[in-house]
């Protein structure tokens, strides 16, 4: 009865998070329109960061009967503890999207190309994030391993769209401070990316009880 009870509160930990992750996905996409359809969506983006923080509250409250009332040994309080890990990347995200969203607003001339490219990194933050919480839910490693390794994409993304702005810069000074700017968001789409790989990480740790950059620990 004990484990039968474990495992509904499990399966309604796993629901919270995929939902806490559509948010994300929800406010990130959000957040991009802003840049490169020019529609006024900041406000809604803010919404869904507060959804997002309600949704971390409600988790870290199951994570918490979880661990009081069921007392999980092993296997299953990795997954609880690294539960409780992962929201907090979730939650950043959920910021990183309402910053995002705030340059956007304001920011000026952008160079089509970089344009191009913002999207596609946005894309790829997004596949990053919606891939990490999956693989949780799934209780798939490589699938964990996948988000890791996509990260380089990410990563040469970013410097891509850094390299043109800063080009652009040097041959245009009128639109420096809206070049900067869209470095600044293509650097918070990289930094959503690497909440991704956190997360990813945390699922290995719940599959395997090791973490990267950590002793392996056993439970």
């Known amino acids: ?90 939650e950043r995200i959920g910021d990183q999207a309402v910053d995002i969203a705030e340059i956007a607003r304001s920011i000026g001339f952008v160079n089509a190309q970089s344009k191009t490219h913002v999207a596609e990194i946005s894309k790829a933050a997004i596949r990053m994030t919606t891939g990490a919480v999956d693989s949780f839910v799934k209780r798939d490693l490589d699938a964990a391993h996948a988000v890791m390794a996509y990260d380089d994409t990410v990563d040469a993304l970013f410097d891509t769209i850094r390299d043109e702005l800063v080009y652009w810069i040097s041959e245009d000074h009128a639109n420096g401070e809206a070049c900067i700017d869209l470095i600044m968001i293509a650097k918070y789409f990289e930094r959503i990316g690497d909440h991704a790989v956190n997360i990813a990480e945390w699922v290995e740790f719940s599959l395997t009880g090791e973490h990267k950059g950590a002793r392996p620990l056993s439970m």
């Open 1 to 90: 009865m004990a484990r039968s009870r474990f495992d509904e509160q499990l399966e309604t930990l796993n629901v919270e998070l995929i939902t806490m992750g559509a948010l994300c996905e929800d406010a990130t996409t959000s957040a991009v329109k802003v840049l490169l359809e020019d529609v006024p969506l900041a406000g809604q983006v803010e919404e869904y960061e507060e959804e997002i923080n309600a949704k971390e509250r409600q988790i870290e409250s199951i994570c918490m009967r979880l661990l009081l009332q069921q007392q999980p040994v092993a296997g299953d309080l990795r997954v609880v503890s690294s539960a409780l890990k992962m929201i907090s990347d979730l």
